[in-house]
């Protein structure tokens, strides 16, 4: 069993109304700002080529799955519940001294995992990843479970939507951070600013 001390804080701050509601951190005066888009929206639609191939086999799963059933083959309730699971697993995989405040940001339509403790450069790009694995496995048991079990392919579905197509921001983010970041530098954010440091 997990225990608190091996786990991040984690805060549920609710309706996330812009960019200025994100958490703040004491930067060194040493650090450098990551060249990147400051606003969600706009960080968003240069995102978006990021997104295709995920939203693709996911779809791909749906529709072979549903045509060989030739029926429903999810519980869309239980969709939801998928997804609230990816998310809180994205959440809980940040250091176990982070604080992660989560939350949902309407002006552009996403749940957000926010935090301003300092992660290494190399674990900052795991953290980004991992999520694209949490929802590759359930979507593997997805493709191969029961047509009957609409309730736990609901979940498996959600799972798997939350995991690979709704982190793609951070794999552009990644993309940034490969070329400008050193490999052995710190990453923090300040509010809706990326610093980095060594």
């Not at 200025?20 to 639609?45: G, H, R, V, W, Y």
């Not at 997104?51 to 799963?61: A, D, E, G, K, R």
């Not at 001294?97 to 790009?125: C, D, E, H, Q």
Request: net charge positive.
């Amino acid at each position: 069993m997990i225990g608190d001390e091996e786990m991040p804080k984690i805060i549920w701050k609710g309706i996330i109304k812009s960019e200025k509601d994100f958490p703040t951190a004491d930067i060194p005066k040493n650090a450098k700002k990551l060249d990147s888009e400051e606003d969600m929206k706009k960080m968003q639609i240069k995102a978006l080529p990021f997104m295709i191939p995920s939203v693709l086999l996911c779809f791909i799963c749906m529709f072979v799955k549903t045509f060989i059933a030739n029926e429903k083959i999810i519980n869309v309730g239980f969709l939801f519940i998928g997804v609230i699971i990816g998310f809180l697993l994205h959440a809980i995989a940040f250091p176990k001294n982070a604080t992660v405040y989560i939350g949902i940001m309407p002006k552009s339509l996403t749940a957000v995992a926010l935090s301003s403790s300092p992660v290494k450069r190399n674990r900052f790009i795991f953290l980004s990843i991992l999520p694209i694995i949490l929802g590759l496995i359930p979507l593997a048991i997805f493709c191969f479970s029961s047509n009957s079990l609409k309730e736990l392919n609901g979940i498996l579905f959600g799972m798997a939507i939350m995991g690979m197509v709704g982190v793609y921001p951070d794999i552009y983010n990644i993309f940034k951070i490969l070329r400008e970041v050193p490999t052995n530098a710190t990453i923090q954010n300040n509010k809706n600013e990326t610093y980095y440091f060594e």
